[in-house]
C-alpha cells in the first residue's frame, strides 16, 4: 500500500511505495529541496494540544515542529 509523505514547507504530497519517517526530496510545488514527512507523523504533530505548542508554531515548518515536539517528549517514534 502506498505511504503518503508531506512537504515540511507547502504540505504538497508525495505518495511512496515504503513506509519510513521521511524522504528527502526536491518538491515540485515550491521548490525547496527538505523532509517531507509521513502522514502518521503529520497526525501526531497536529494531536499536540495548542497549550503544548510553542508561540511560533503556527509559522513552523513541519520538520522544525517534529524537531521541537521530539526533543520536548510530545510524540513518541513508534519506528
Ligand atoms: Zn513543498
Known sequence: MPETYLCANCRATV???????SVIRTCEECGRNGRFLHTSLVDS????PDSDRPDEWETMPLDERFTDALKRGLIQLTR
Open 15 to 21: 505518495t511512496r511505495e515504503f513506509s519510513v519517517r
Open 45 to 48: 504533530l497536529e494531536s499536540i
